[in-house]
């Protein structure tokens, strides 16, 4: 009897504290290195999208967001995963949040769309958000390649500059007498204005030096009137 008692408590002792613990363990473990790697995806998305020239993401409060949002996302979406009540409350509780501050461009909020669903990814499985991770880097290399395609072969970018996504554009405006051919063929002439007297050009580009380059070779032009550059 001694015997079938030591037996019971011993077992129920090993499956309780002992394979518990050790489940707990493995479990918060696995939900650490899936935070990790959900650090790295938000890292590498982030370097993607310089790379392509998008500098508003380089501020502070776009890092953190980048950075926080698959981790809040997978948290929430492991919380509630198991218990329907929970889950309903959630959605009630989100509901009556509101956010304020505007998106820039459709690009933006395609990228916290993507920083949500790594989150939700990493919850469900981790071969769910290397795909994810795979799909968006090789969507945004790609991009970049053509774009530097166009820029070798046709002089020029495949992409309309825009001042209201938030990127980062130096630009230059010469006021001359008469038409600068070598102005008016250049593929980042985003403005031309001809007046009775003189004619205003505006060309911006990401790139500093290739404007200062063109802002160097038009100091000793007699055409010129003036030269105004503004930095990014």
Known sequence: MENTFSSFFSTLYNDIFIRGTVGLLLEGQFRLFTVLVLLIFSLII????????????????????LILLPIITYVITSVISSNLALALGMVGALSIVRFRNPVKSPFELAIYFT??????????????????????F??????????????????RSFYTVSFTEGNSLHTLEITSKATLV???????????????????????????????????????????????????
């Open 115 to 136: 920083m949500i669903t790594a989150g939700i990814a990493g919850a469900v499985s981790l071969k769910w958000l290397l795909l994810l991770l795979v799909s968006i």
């Open 138 to 155: 090789s969507v945004l290399i790609l991009s970049f390649i053509i774009n530097k395609f166009y820029l070798i072969f046709f002089g």
């Open 46 to 65: 982030r370097q993607a999208i310089i790379l392509l020239g998008q500098n508003w993401v380089k501020t502070f409060s776009h890092t953190l967001t």
């Open 182 to 232: 070598e102005l008016a063929s250049r593929y980042d002439l985003v403005n031309f204005v001809k007046n009775d007297n003189n004619i205003i050009y505006r060309i911006a580009n990401s790139n500093k030096k290739e404007i200062m380059d063109v802002a160097a070779s038009l100091e000793n032009n007699d055409q010129v009137l003036s030269i105004v550059f503004n930095s990014a």
